[in-house]
């Protein structure tokens, strides 16, 4: 199943996902990677978790992949880099942390704890806290002082460098957006 396609360029693609024989207890996870002319499985061990995002940063150049698994006691959720050679696990738990990305830079949230993260000096540090928001989920936009997220309610919500705004709800569940200049 492929469950992520994006890329930092035309030549440079990413497909995360996963594949099993017929039975949800065995799963293979595996990456793609396209060049610019053709595609190649991405070499890596065999690791029991489903990839749902993949992003590469800019800053530092390792693939951030975020992951879920279904066991008897639910779903555990998965960060983990790559840098080519070595997967670092940064988030094992219940609550789901996923991944984002602004011009290149990755972020990752935690909606439960209305928190968003950067990776630094080897370890998760928290970048910016909406406690008592209506921050709900996710990080996309044009910079870390103009981005949007998703906000309670379907709500979509702006950030200007200063405090979140809402700018446009809807009845409809938000599954994507796209920042397009003119």
């Given at each position: ?107 990752i949230y935690k909606s439960s704890e209305r928190k ?57 569940r938000f599954n994507g957006a796209y920042i397009l200049?003119?």
């Amino acid at each position: 199943i492929f469950n992520d396609i994006w890329g930092p360029s035309s030549s440079e693609i990413y497909i995360a996902g996963s594949a099993n024989n017929g039975s949800a207890d065995s799963v293979k996870s595996f990456i793609l990677k396209y060049d610019g002319s053709i595609w190649q499985y991405i070499d890596i061990p065999e690791m029991d978790v489903n990839f749902s995002k993949i992003r590469k940063n800019s800053s530092d150049n390792l693939l951030y992949l975020s992951g879920l698994n279904f066991y008897s006691t639910g779903y555990i959720y998965y960060i983990y880099i790559y840098d080519g050679k070595t997967f670092t696990k940064l988030y094992e738990g219940s609550k789901p942390m996923l991944i984002g990305n602004v011009r290149g830079k990755v972020y990752i949230y935690k909606s439960s704890e209305r928190k968003i993260f950067k990776y630094e000096n080897g370890g998760l540090v928290e970048w910016k806290n909406f406690s008592g928001t209506q921050y709900n989920s996710g990080i996309f936009g044009r910079s870390e002082i103009d981005f949007f997220t998703y906000g309670l309610n379907n709500t979509l919500l702006h950030y200007n460098g200063t405090d979140l705004q809402p700018i446009y709800q809807n009845n409809n569940r938000f599954n994507g957006a796209y920042i397009l200049e003119k």
